[in-house]
């Protein structure tokens, strides 16, 4: 072989590498993260994908989240722009490329919402349902809509009641692995709160079932467990179940956040006016929302901005007035649509 065939020989290789680079990640409910793989497809069954030049599988309930290796350079103009994302999804749509076309339509659907624009969240939703009705993220069509209206107070519920039925009967219609369903009975008792005690039964339920199938709905339900067990007067439970949530492997960022949340009430609930140093445990603890828990949902992080600045003016430390500040200014620069920038808003 001559020199030139070589290198020409060695390019073609080099190249080959480059265009099959296993770079895309799936994150797993129960905390496992699959690196350095390339998805090659993804639909409410299963996502397959090559590692180590073996097609391997997991089933759909069991993926969290999906990162793909060059998304941010596929979407680099529409990152901070849900206009653009969704256009730029729909040409992803025309290429065939079903996997990064999904994930670009719910990326403009959140920003979407997170934006005060819920009819061009929806429309986005709608267009994924339509074109992949057998899409791997079509359970995130039911997730966003079931957030926004839950997020959107007592005038929601209602209809975050529909959607997480109308999720179960995708689900168990459909024959999709059963963490689906299970979560979608958490949704309706999300949406269904009654008595305490009928809420908090019906909870352990759903803890109970999702243990050994979807990891994540059990958290997030042990999380609203605690939360309703501290409202009702049990902290000492609640606190047991938000320290086993911030001390367990693998814990997804929402539950977390949750567990930062409740501890950090707790804390602020013991406090008094001459405990300033409880006041300061309070808020050290809904900060570590933002700082620890940067994918956690919008919701909870909003919240946490809230209560940290309220933690901070009760504890007034040294430049409690530049924290309170920068959490403010983060909460109505970030999260200007949720109740609680609206609450400071008409604080001032």
Not at 216 to 222: G, H, K, M, P, Y
Not at 290 to 299: C, K
């Amino acid at each position: 072989m001559t020199s030139k065939t070589l290198v020409a020989s060695l390019f073609a290789v080099v190249a080959a590498a480059a265009a099959t680079a296993q770079s895309d990640r799936i994150h797993l409910v129960n905390g496992e993260v699959v690196k350095d793989v390339k998805v090659t497809d993804f639909d409410v069954r299963s996502i397959r994908y090559k590692k180590s030049g073996s097609d391997q599988s997991k089933p759909s309930d069991q993926v969290a989240r999906v990162v793909l290796g060059d998304f941010k350079t596929v979407y680099a103009r529409g990152l901070n722009d849900a206009d653009l994302m969704l256009t730029l999804a729909k040409e992803q749509i025309e290429a065939k490329n079903s996997v990064m076309a999904q994930l670009g339509l719910t990326g403009a659907s959140a920003r979407y919402f997170d934006t005060g624009r819920p009819a061009e969240a929806v429309d986005a939703l709608n267009l994924l349902e339509k074109t992949y009705p057998e899409g791997g993220l079509l359970p995130e069509v039911y997730r966003q809509k079931f957030e926004y209206y839950m997020g959107a107070g007592s005038s929601g519920v209602a209809s975050a009641l529909t959607v997480a039925k109308k999720y179960e009967t995708a689900a168990i219609g459909g024959a999709w692995p059963p963490g689906f369903a299970i979560e979608a009975k958490f949704f309706q008792v999300l949406s269904e709160k009654s008595s305490p005690n009928e809420y908090q039964q019906a909870l352990r339920g759903v803890i109970s079932r999702a243990g050994g199938s979807n990891r994540t709905v059990a958290n997030r339900a042990s999380i609203e467990l605690a939360h309703s067990l501290r409202e009702s007067g049990k902290g000492e439970e609640a606190k047991r179940l938000y320290d086993d949530m911030v001390a367990k492997d693998g814990a997804d960022d929402s539950s977390r956040a949750g567990a930062y949340l409740g501890l950090g009430k707790i804390l602020f609930e013991e406090a008094s006016n001459n405990d300033k140093d409880k006041y300061k445990e309070a808020l050290l603890m809904f900060l570590r929302v933002r700082l620890e828990t940067r994918d956690a949902w919008p919701s909870l992080q909003a919240e946490a901005l809230y209560q940290a600045s309220q933690a901070a003016i009760k504890w007034r430390g040294p430049e409690y007035r530049l924290i309170v500040a920068r959490c403010r200014g983060v909460l109505l620069n970030d999260f200007k649509n949720s109740e609680w920038a609206e609450a400071v808003r008409q604080s001032r």
